[in-house]
């Protein structure tokens, strides 16, 4: 039985090579690579079959990738699970030094490393001289991971997960197209779970076009998520509080750009249900009536 599942989840993305040649090029040994392949329709299927050797191929009609996800850990057999997102890359210590921190943690149920951010799928060579992705950033671990975590994030192909951790939050909620991350990772802070960072950058992540593009439609599925756990559980309540009416006056300000100033109102009004005191809503709201 391997010490680690790596499972990578693939939907019409050639980069995949490089993301599953990463994951090979680990100094760390003892770890299986499982690929879901969710329904991919260009050449990605073809690259996917060269590392049949290596991995195990999954393929499944395109359902997302929360679906993917749950695919992939219904056959993982590793006491950690590593997810690697098909565009993004590790370098060759990463799960080395994870599992290194999580044998040394065992109270640790989600550990996390520093990294890059680079835009487009280019790497830079210098990347070693430049910021990390949290060298600027409020950290989500320890104390502070529930109040830091809608501010800065965890970012999925930076993270191992103890098996466990699954048992008490359950898997990928498969409703979700995408932010299915986060929606468990909040899952995992209702629990009282408290989130680990390793501070070395050890992975890289990829902004391509069409994520951004993916990001700029997500704020109305961040807001469905985080009115869920306001539901759920009255545990992060005093920081949904703040940070729900934060992504409506996001929202409602993608709606002005629109024109659509009735729909903005909306959006303001409830935020102002979670923060009646909030003025810059009250503002926003002014300024919208027709």
């Known amino acids: 039985m391997p010490k680690v599942s790596v499972i990578i989840c693939v939907y019409n993305q ?11 090029r680990q100094k760390f040994a003892d770890f299986e690579i499982i690929i879901v392949d969710d329904g991919s329709t260009d050449e990605t299927a073809r690259i996917v079959a060269h590392y049949s050797g290596s991995a195990q191929i999954l393929r499944q009609e395109n359902k997302g990738v929360a679906a993917a996800r749950n695919r992939g850990l219904s056959a993982a057999s590793g006491q950690y ?58 950290l989500p671990a320890g104390k502070d991971s529930a109040q830091n975590f809608f501010i ?93 009416p934060i992504t409506n006056r996001m929202i409602a300000s993608q709606l002005l750009e629109k024109g659509e100033k009735a729909q903005a109102r909306k959006f303001l009004l409830e935020a102002l249900r979670y923060q009646p005191w909030a003025l810059r809503t009250l503002l926003l709201a002014i300024g919208v009536r027709p």
């Open 81 to 138: 699970i590593a997810f690697l997102d098909a565009d993004d890359l590790w370098t060759p210590g990463y799960l080395s030094e994870q599992v290194a921190f999580l044998e040394s943690n065992p109270g640790c149920q989600l550990a996390f490393t520093d990294g890059w951010a680079v835009a487009g799928k280019d790497v830079p060579q210098e990347l070693q001289s430049k910021s990390s992705y949290y060298s600027s950033k409020p």
């Open 152 to 244: 800065s994030g965890v970012v999925t192909s930076f993270t191992v997960i103890r098996r466990a951790l699954f048992e008490k939050t359950g898997w990928f909620d498969e409703h979700f197209r995408i932010h299915e991350d986060a929606d468990l990772l909040l899952r995992a802070l209702e629990q009282g779970i408290e989130f680990c960072f390793i501070p070395r950058p050890l992975a890289i992540k990829r902004n391509l076009q069409t994520r951004l593009t993916q990001e700029k439609q997500a704020l109305q599925l961040s807001r469905i998520i985080q009115i869920n756990s306001w539901r759920r559980s009255p545990k992060l309540r005093p920081i949904l509080r703040k940070s729900i």
């Open 14 to 24: 050639a980069l995949v090579r490089e993301a599953v040649e990463s994951a090979l």
